[in-house]
């Protein structure tokens, strides 16, 4: 009887400290992140849009979309993680730019339901406290994005004259 309570106490407290760290990397993902980068919007734009695919993605779908906004511009990745939005906006001087990345709106993965309800059951405890389906696939992504950014704006301070393509 005490092994039975024992292992009821260590699963509750074990489900707990995972919750807690699932909520704590979805709520870093969807905290807006932004740093300035000495490259004209279109620029960045483009790297975010490339770089942020992993080499399957980049393999096996169509090249992601940057929408003009009325701030500037827009990137949206989506994946079965969740989505990851960018807006880049041109700052004064027309080689300065803001980038700034957050987790966008929740994906839903088609998978067996449960009993019927009409919800994934991988999707029920995120829909529930809104965060993304895999909050560290995206942080990975957003932070691959910012050092693609951070090594072009290096790499264009140094080589400004070749495009950054050829050296990224």
Same mark, same amino acid.
């Given at each position: *009887?005490?092994?039975v309570t024992i292992a009821i106490l260590a699963a509750a407290l &074990?489900?707990?400290v995972a919750f807690g760290r699932m909520n704590r990397r979805g709520s870093l993902a969807q905290a807006p992140v932004s740093a300035e980068f000495p490259l004209p919007p279109e620029t960045a734009a483009e790297i975010a849009s490339q770089s942020a695919l992993t080499t399957r993605e980049k393999l096996t779908r169509d090249p992601v979309p940057v929408t /003009?906004?009325?701030?500037g511009l827009h990137v949206e990745i989506a994946c079965p993680a969740g989505v *990851?939005? &960018?807006? $880049? $906006?041109g700052l004064p001087g027309a080689s300065h730019c803001r980038v700034t990345a957050r987790a966008g709106d929740l994906t839903q993965i088609g998978l067996p339901d449960i009993g019927g309800i009409g919800t !994934? #059951? #991988?999707d029920v405890l995120h829909l529930r406290v809104? *965060? !993304?389906r895999n909050a560290a696939k995206l942080i /990975? /992504? /957003?932070h691959r994005v910012f050092q693609a950014l951070t090594v072009a704006s290096s790499r264009n301070a140094a080589y400004d004259d070749v495009p950054w393509a050829a050296h990224v």
């Open positions: *009887m005490e092994a &074990f489900s707990a /003009r906004t009325q701030a *990851m939005t &960018f807006d $880049i $906006i !994934p #059951s #991988s809104g *965060m !993304p /990975r /992504r /957003r």
